[in-house]
């Protein structure tokens, strides 16, 4: 069989072929200023109830360029009919080989008790989508989008940066407590960190859940995420992409079992590394 090489202007180089290999050139992702909120950076969304706009900027999305250039992008976010049940929608780049398009696209999610995002598509020599945003549309007709999840990856090292996040918490009160949480995406590579601070009226409830910063992969964390307390306390972990949690297990009996008290000052730190969905 022949070789096949190029691009050079003598030579045959198809779509295909080149696509095939060009994305090993260059990360896929976001380009340009560092972004360490959803609101700041190349492409950075804003919203308004239910329309949203996204930022001039540039991206590489597996061997496509992309340049949002003179106006924002805007969309409006279908209602959400479901009266009971809230529905995550997701806002990608989508390189498309056979359109020769790489678009702005809003994949439309499904109304659940515990909704998720949609899966992105990613076909080597056809459409491949690249994550920017995840956001929740509530139940009820046309209340705001809410919960905006920054999905945007870095494609420059230099611009990597790690990003405030707050974690979504059941199975504790968390009163006059403090909660911190931070993570840096990095590719498929999610690094995170959360530290709970216990005030005079934290308490536990039940079965401690701290929400991810993203949603992992079904298969679960790549590192399992470590653990500290003080005092010490007994735990394990566990994740799911269904519910974009890690649980903490609280021993019951234990200073840290269901309506016990966590004393104020008592601090519970949680940090690891996972692969994103």
């Given at each position: 069989m022949?070789?096949?090489?190029?691009?050079?202007?003598?030579?045959?180089w198809?779509?295909?072929?080149?696509?095939?290999t060009?994305?090993a050139?260059s990360?896929?992702?976001?380009?340009?200023?560092?972004?360490t909120?959803?609101?700041?950076?190349?492409l950075?969304?804003?919203?308004?109830?239910?329309?949203?706009?996204?930022?001039?900027?540039?991206a590489?999305?597996?061997?496509?360029?992309?340049e949002?250039?003179?106006s924002a992008?805007?969309?409006?976010?279908?209602?959400?009919?479901?009266?009971?049940?809230a529905?995550i929608?997701?806002l990608?780049?989508?390189?498309?080989?056979?359109?020769?398009?790489?678009?702005?696209?809003?994949l439309?999610?499904?109304?659940?008790?515990s909704p998720?995002?949609?899966?992105?598509?990613?076909v080597?020599?056809?459409?491949?989508?690249?994550?920017?945003?995840s956001?929740?549309?509530?139940?009820?007709?046309?209340?705001?989008?809410?919960?905006?999840?920054d999905?945007?990856?870095?494609?420059?090292?230099?611009?990597?940066?790690w990003?405030?996040y707050t974690?979504?918490l059941?199975g504790i009160?968390l009163?006059?407590?403090t909660?911190?949480?931070r993570?840096m995406?990095?590719?498929?590579?999610?690094?995170?960190?959360?530290?709970?601070?216990?005030?005079?009226?934290t308490?536990?409830?039940?079965?401690l859940?701290?929400?991810?910063?993203?949603?992992c992969?079904?298969?679960?964390?790549?590192h399992?995420?470590a653990?500290?307390s003080?005092?010490?306390?007994?735990a394990a972990?566990?994740?799911?992409?269904?519910?974009?949690?890690?649980?903490?297990?609280?021993?019951t009996?234990?200073?840290?079992?269901?309506?016990?008290?966590?004393?104020a000052?008592?601090t519970?730190?949680?940090?690891?590394?996972?692969?994103?969905?």
């Amino acid at each position: 069989m022949p070789d096949v090489y190029g691009p050079f202007d003598t030579a045959t180089w198809s779509q295909a072929q080149w696509f095939r290999t060009s994305w090993a050139r260059s990360r896929s992702g976001v380009y340009g200023s560092a972004f360490t909120a959803s609101t700041t950076g190349d492409l950075a969304l804003t919203v308004s109830g239910l329309d949203i706009s996204m930022a001039l900027g540039r991206a590489y999305v597996r061997g496509a360029g992309y340049e949002r250039t003179g106006s924002a992008w805007t969309y409006s976010v279908p209602a959400n009919t479901n009266p009971t049940q809230a529905r995550i929608d997701r806002l990608v780049l989508r390189r498309d080989l056979t359109a020769k398009t790489v678009v702005p696209v809003v994949l439309q999610g499904t109304p659940a008790a515990s909704p998720v995002a949609p899966t992105v598509t990613q076909v080597e020599d056809g459409v491949w989508e690249l994550p920017l945003f995840s956001f929740t549309v509530p139940a009820n007709s046309a209340a705001p989008v809410t919960n905006v999840v920054d999905e945007r990856v870095s494609g420059d090292t230099e611009t990597r940066a790690w990003r405030d996040y707050t974690p979504a918490l059941s199975g504790i009160t968390l009163g006059n407590g403090t909660l911190e949480g931070r993570y840096m995406a990095d590719g498929a590579t999610v690094h995170f960190a959360v530290l709970l601070t216990a005030g005079s009226t934290t308490s536990i409830t039940g079965t401690l859940v701290i929400g991810l910063p993203v949603a992992c992969r079904s298969v679960g964390l790549t590192h399992g995420p470590a653990w500290r307390s003080s005092p010490v306390g007994v735990a394990a972990w566990r994740a799911t992409s269904a519910s974009n949690t890690n649980t903490y297990d609280a021993a019951t009996g234990t200073t840290w079992g269901s309506g016990t008290s966590f004393p104020a000052g008592a601090t519970l730190r949680l940090s690891g590394t996972y692969e994103r969905a």
